[in-house]
């Protein structure tokens, strides 16, 4: 009895996943989350919202809904479908933002990233960037002591490895401009991050940029010059930029 959970508010369910052959591979009497935060596989993400509070259900998830191809060592083999048991125990509003210390918004922002690039392996580019604008939030968020040296060091860190992530799945959705972006946010935090640096050319050249993609990728080059990556690069340019040979 009750409503069903509403967007943005935080869930207490227990979870049963089990293999086609019977095997175990989940068991939580009390997982919390917010549906639509991407820290649960897709299967629960879109089965919990359906339910109400005391109700149980059985979600049998196709591995695209569960841990997709790649599956997850050492208990769910690739490409496995599960069934999942899930019973609805509460429905609660989300809670409010918190400052939090320094080491808790990395830790936070650390889960949230992998969570991402989970999504990512398997396919899931929208969830990706959802878990990375997440993650980003994490590291942004009111603290509460300020972050000494090395933890704002590892802040930075970790916002550039995110953003660098979102630019990552922006081009897989070929959303040019929000990829360019995020390569430019990383770049003003580490003006010589290589990754950064190499999506930001193949960024420009794509719009074509091509002066100014050369000029990213040569300042690439500098920072890693045995990359084969971005001597491709470069010599595609080239080529474009080349007049035709006359016969």
Known sequence: GGPQPQPG???S?????ALEDGGLVER????????GHGDVVQ???????TMQPGEISFFLAACPYAYG?????????????????VTLLEVRDGPDPQPLPPAARL?????????????FARGDFAAAL??????????????????GPDEEEELQEQRVKCLNNCAAAEMKVGRVEEALAACEAALRISPDNGRALLR????LAEQGRDAEAALVLRRALELDPVSKVIHAELSRLAKRQSPPSST
């Not at 299967?43 to 919202?49: D, F, K, Q, S, T």
């Not at 191809?69 to 048991?85: C, N, W, Y």
């Not at 604008?133 to 009111?142: E, K, N, T």
């Open 130 to 147: 959802r878990s990375y604008r997440l993650a980003l939030h994490a590291l942004d968020g009111p603290a509460t002591v300020p972050p």
């Open 107 to 119: 830790r936070l922002g650390s889960q949230r990233r992998e969570r991402g690039n989970f999504h």
């Open 13 to 17: 369910v227990k979870v049963l996943g």
């Open 9 to 11: 508010q935080e869930v």
């Open 28 to 35: 939580d009497p009390r997982l919390n989350f917010v549906p």
């Open 200 to 203: 930001r050319g193949q960024l």
């Open 43 to 49: 299967a629960l993400e879109l089965g919990v919202p």
């Open 69 to 85: 191809r790649p599956g997850r060592e050492p208990d769910v083999p690739p490409e496995a479908p599960l069934l999942f048991e």
